[in-house]
């Protein structure tokens, strides 16, 4: 039986925990609290207590020890004023080089691209602009270092059915209307990680984003309509034209976005 840890089982990770297990692979995840893991212990997974810090992370070797495939879906926590993100994944690096794992996915952002207009695919040179940002791109060249193979997963804004940036921008002014929208629906998130795991020769970088790049206002427009909540505020100003290409995943694998009108 092939196995998969997946390093924080939160709104994307569980998720993949139960694609997985369809999949007939033995699914170990982790939190960071007891009740976390009672949590994804309910719903058949193995859990870990796993908390990583920037000297020494607790609870990640018995986490890696038996399996195959790491999955990395931890974001930094810019909320938090103590957080180093980076150091916490150059300590997590240091535990997998002593461990027996054969293949590493770091999920990571297309915010590492920055915020500047253009067409974005795998090929093109990123510009963070931001702290958060910043720190993904550099955990990503840390991950590449490794000697065994990796995967970056670079996801696009993610939503679902319980989970859209129209309720975080509620009573805000939504800059870039004419702009366009670069999201990942989390069933078509979970498929194209899933794909990238279980092609065993697959490595290397790639961008998860819905080939449906409707404009900012029309899009939000749309979905505060769909959920009954006020109309939502636009900035007047230049238009940013922003397109991240995610069809490297399709060209290369047989992955194909089942969720290819975001309008839903």
């Known amino acids: 039986m092939h196995s998969v840890g997946i390093l924080g089982c939160g709104w994307l990770g569980i998720s993949l925990a139960k694609k997985f297990k369809e999949l007939n692979y033995q699914v170990l995840g982790s939190k960071t609290s007891l009740k976390g893991l009672s949590e994804i212990e309910k719903i058949g997974i193995e859990g870990f207590l796993v908390v990583l810090k920037q000297d020494k992370s607790e609870g990640i070797l018995p986490f890696i020890k038996n399996i195959e495939t790491l999955i990395i879906s ?6 938090s004023s103590d957080s180093n993100f980076t150091g916490k994944i150059q300590t997590l690096i240091n535990s997998i080089k002593s ?17 500047k207009g253009g067409f974005f695919d795998e090929t093109k040179k990123c510009f963070p602009d931001n702290r958060s940002a910043q720190e993904l791109h550099y955990c990503e060249k840390l991950i590449k270092k490794l000697t065994i193979p990796t995967v970056i997963v670079r996801l696009g804004g993610l939503i679902g059915e319980d989970r859209n940036p129209i309720y975080y921008l509620q009573n805000k002014i939504i800059k870039n209307p004419n702009g366009r929208i670069n999201f990942i629906h989390r069933d078509d998130a979970v498929n194209g990680i899933s794909t990238l795991v279980t092609n065993k020769k697959i490595n290397g970088l790639f961008n998860l984003v819905s080939p449906h790049h409707p404009t900012r ?18 900035e007047n100003g230049e238009k940013v ?3 991240i290409n995610g069809d490297k995943i399709t060209k290369m694998t047989e992955f194909n976005y089942s969720v290819d009108n975001l309008l839903i």
């Not at 206002?217 to 636009?234: A, G």
């Open 74 to 79: 931890v974001p930094p926590q810019m909320k």
């Open 99 to 115: 461990s027996s794992l054969k293949k590493v996915l770091f999920l990571s952002s297309t915010s590492v691209y920055g915020s």
């Open 217 to 234: 206002k029309s899009y939000y427009n749309y979905v505060s309509k769909k959920y009954n909540l006020k109309d939502p505020k636009f």
């Open 241 to 243: 034209l922003r397109i």
